[in-house]
């Protein structure tokens, strides 16, 4: 292999870059020349791709986002799409890929390996840690960081007010973020959508007979939680307790970016490194994940089709610290 | 003057604790007794009202929210309350009182004066800026580095996706969170409710023929714009342009929390000193505000009624930086 | 067992107050009064010992510190000390001893526990990671994203005047923090006490004649460092290349203390909540780590007397990025 | 005037990316073109200036440090090294100059424009203020809440185990620095080149018959104090008294970089944004600066020459605070 390619694809997640980073020094160090993608899978139908220097990935690694940019791509999910981008591949003699990104982004290497036999190598980038495959994935550690620091402030208000917040946390399919931050910010009750009797816990407490006499309390909620969002869980508790009061915040957005904390950069360097020494000991479609402290490859089929489960030890300290 | 109180009152702000414990270190200093009332006027008719050594207030000018709570006081608006209010202040000997908080707050002092003769010197503890008589509240450049740092996460992933962002701060009558936030923040257009056209020159960034060719951008708009707040004015601009897209956040409370900024605890040093002083010169009814760098003391019948103005300097630096 | 204690003992690391918050709640919830001894074995010898409420713990997760504070303890070393000390303990009917803390402190429970047959479990409380029997220390994460946050901070000053920078890290015998820090940093080289080529390396890239073309460079350096500190390290190579010019910081005590990470707190959590339960089931002498993220215990003189070598990988990929 | 160059001059300072940012929209919406000059002085006389394009300085605002890199120029301060300057700046026909810098940049800046007639408006960019003609500089808000944040760090420790800490702080030839940080942390002293009874009211905490009971405290000293930093200072203690203890922290560089605070990138606009607006209307050898919020021109010469005083009332609240 002379000639690899990386790219990042899906959602940005922090710590992105330096993955980015790590794979092209790893590339130089291994005399492999390396080109970046743009855009993810859109940069390879419309051929935006460049040579990546060592010194372009210099004074990165401290940056939220991605320099190569992403997309969601509606092009590469046709035969089309996928045609062009694999001409444009091998138009520049490009023999291997890095894709940096979720499960959306390897279902779309795996099968443009069947297509075209290029093969690739996946980093596990995205806030929401449902990967199977990786103890955590690049930017999770960031994001609930990011929302600690929010429940924090909001806890300074619910303390000096007496007030009860409910506050949404990012997490479509999974709670990870939600139990971990609600865990670290001293949440008194955490809903996610893994667990089935979390909610009837948060009822117990703000309805019936044995409500709690906290004076202030904070329920971080994940956004998929099976029962509703924060706004529809606020107005069903109403609905029972109609001297129930509390206010919502969304954390949204602000999940996804900013200067990824020191874990995310030391786990995106790891993988990074280890995704470009394994496409070039001729591996291919697998992701690079950190199991138990050691980096380990886990095929595209079960960091996609296989469930991550929550650590149930996490959700019984919900309990045991409230009561 | 012998004994006075100080309490704090109205939504919470980042600096309250540091000009509390500026007001019970200069009562000490002057040797003079002092005492906190808990929740503001609320304490003072249930007489929550506790005495504040020097080392009381030790290890809190860090600290957000207010260790004397706060809340909005519906007994208060009776003269039954009020009086019972009186009563509790009386059986405990304060002459004076400080009160920090902001508008609705000064109202209720005056009246408690005017009513039962007790002098009382505000400081303004709000994060709206919204204060007639000072050029900075206690809380404000807490909030708008809390919401530029906000800015700051979306506008990576508002990069990396090439993407439009429409985020909404604080400010239900007044534009000043808006517009620092948004001219610290690099946005290409700021929302506020004391300008006319603004609304105009966002509506044209996104519709017609002269639309902005800039790949990302981010939009803040003051929670009390005229035109709506940021989900409202996203909708208002797809009915004229139906491929316009943009991601809303609504930033919400994290704006009132946090460990406050060098410049809110300097501030609020200076004011909670400057307002124990002044009530032991024998001043009432008067705010304590910076203006033009002075320690100044402002009627609260201004401080209340008279509007402070959004500085045009600022709205003039949107359009130019952003041609 | 119906009444425990727990303290904090050795330098104070960020998650303490989140470590004794969790054994305060998880005793409670085992109906189990517990009481927190102040300033670690002074406060057992000088029977400042206090009870802990379910309350008494609230709102501290997110403190740096310790509310029970700590000390090194010269009384404890006497067996006069270590007698009075037991007869505190045993005065107030406490049956086992949660200890939060170092090597030195679990030296001193297991005498404790050998002389007067006090069982004592310990949660590994300090930045360094030097701990046998856990992957991470609590604070230990929260204390290299400190430094990182440093490191990012002196590359704007670095990299605008192209300048050189030596900046000295914690870790007395132990790498961990250099290593760590100086891959999440980006430095261009680390010099840690476990590795006797790294000054080699650092020193062809500023002496010699195949000196760095780079036009910065960041430095990190562990303050056990065998061949000295930053300030020896720049002396030396000045010796040998007069032309050379490098700044040099100490980062000092701020690593120590700072609100703690979200892993640093749900570590804590954990470790707390299982040093209790261990305790509870009869154990002693052991503590409480995790190890490939499954809490574990180890028994004291094995966490003490064993050493935890530094992951190889990183060391390799300081080279790698550098090239 | 049709084409102006902006440069980055003396130490770096947080904000000044924000400036040249403001200087660059500023050019453009004023339909002039505008020229970066690398390294201060030195790129003037090496001929390192390229073109800005507006799209240039995108996301940048938040950004420590310069993109157009600093330097103190030797060559400059010969007339060799300025006609050279001259000959450069005349070959790209560039009319104006904006500085961003301090006293030694302004200076340079002066002597240019005597000997070659090229006008310059300077924008006061050192974390110092210690610029006269400016209520502050950019950069020193940043370097203030730096300077807090690790006093804060600090204080968790010194509380935890009842210690004494002297923090010594930037400021070479003024407290400014020292005196905003050790209000806003809260110090028990502060200790500035401008004032002379401040090392006697320390040493009266530390030695004498009338010894601070306090448990802890925090002393922050300004680099520059007459009677030295904080190592001295701690020795001169203990000379008095041998049982003193205390432990020392040099801030260092961290104070130099980090992303601008709100405050100063607002400022930064500000300015930058006024420079251009008074070089454009004939202006020179001025520095643009913010005095009672409002934008004034200085002369150079009273900038350089004239000595910004400290606020005498912060100075008197340390005592007022620390009885």
């Given at each position: 292999m002379k000639k690899i390619a990386v790219f990042t694809s899906g959602g940005d997640s922090p710590g992105m870059n330096a993955c980015v980073r790590a794979t092209v020094r790893t590339a130089h160090y291994n005399n492999i020349e390396i080109m970046g993608i743009m855009r993810g899978f859109n940069g390879m139908i419309e051929n935006e791709i460049i040579p990546l220097a060592s010194r372009s990935v210099s004074n990165i690694i401290q940056r939220g986002g991605?320099?190569?940019?992403?997309?969601?791509?509606?092009g590469f999910l046709t035969p089309e799409g996928r045609k062009m981008a694999f001409t444009n591949?091998?138009?520049?003699?490009?023999?291997?890929l890095i894709c940096i990104g979720g499960n959306g982004s390897f279902t779309g290497a795996k099968i443009f390996h069947e297509e075209f036999g290029i093969p690739c190598i996946g980093a596990p980038g995205t806030i929401d840690n449902d990967l199977y495959g990786t103890d955590l994935?690049?930017?999770?550690?960031t994001a609930i960081n990011t929302a600690v620091d929010a429940i924090d402030k909001i806890r300074d208000t619910a303390d000096s007010h007496d007030r009860v917040f409910f506050i949404e946390v990012m997490g479509r399919h999974?709670?990870?973020i939600a139990l971990a931050a609600g865990i670290a910010g001293g949440a008194e009750g955490i809903l996610v959508p893994e667990s089935t009797d979390d909610w009837q816990k948060v009822l117990n407490m703000y309805t019936g007979n044995n409500q709690s006499?906290?004076?202030f309390s904070i329920i971080v909620v994940a956004e998929g939680e099976e029962h509703g969002g924060a706004f529809?869980?606020?107005?069903k508790i109403k609905k029972l307790n109609p001297a129930f009061e509390a206010r919502v915040t969304i954390l949204g957005h602000i999940q996804r970016g900013g200067t990824p904390s020191a874990y995310d950069r030391v786990l995106a360097s790891k993988l990074g490194?280890?995704?470009v020494e394994a496409l070039l000991k001729g591996e291919t479609n697998k992701m690079a994940g950190l199991i138990n402290n050691k980096v380990m490859l886990t095929p595209f089929d079960d960091a996609i089709n296989k469930t991550k489960k929550l650590n149930p030890d996490l959700l019984r300290l919900v309990d045991i610290f409230n009561t």
């Open positions: 991605t320099i190569l940019k992403t997309a969601r791509s509606k591949v091998q138009s520049h003699g490009i023999e291997g994935t690049i930017g999770f550690d999974a709670g990870f006499k906290k004076a529809e869980l606020v107005e490194n280890a995704a």
